[in-house]
């Protein structure tokens, strides 16, 4: 649940069609998350890939995902796939992120924490 990213909005003076310019943010890449199961019976230590790109964190594999990335770091993301369904929300500094999430998976309800690299 990564990524955070600047947008800027760039105007010319004098200019009618002056649009919005996406500027890279400093979290944008695919990011692989790793989930660990601390409470329930969910299974554990599967990984997602998730893609940041501006501020918002989206799929990078299977699924559907939406989220986003503050300036400072700060993660917050939603996740389904079929009838599961997870939300999480954490940390990103440099190339590492850290946080936690729950939900419901098959049927279960689960909790647990999640560690991010990028690259």
Known sequence: MLAAFS??????PGSADARPL???????GVWNVVFATTRGVCSSGYSVPFTV???RVSSAG?????GSVNRG???AVRVSVGASRASGGGR?????GAGSWSGIITGDRCSGTWQATRG
Do not use: E, K, Q, T
């Open 7 to 12: 947008i800027a909005a760039v105007v010319v």
């Open 22 to 28: 996406r500027v890279a943010g400093r979290y944008d």
């Open 53 to 55: 790109s501006g501020g």
């Open 62 to 66: 299977g699924g559907r995902v939406a």
């Open 73 to 75: 770091g700060a993660v």
């Open 92 to 96: 990103l500094a440099g190339n590492y």
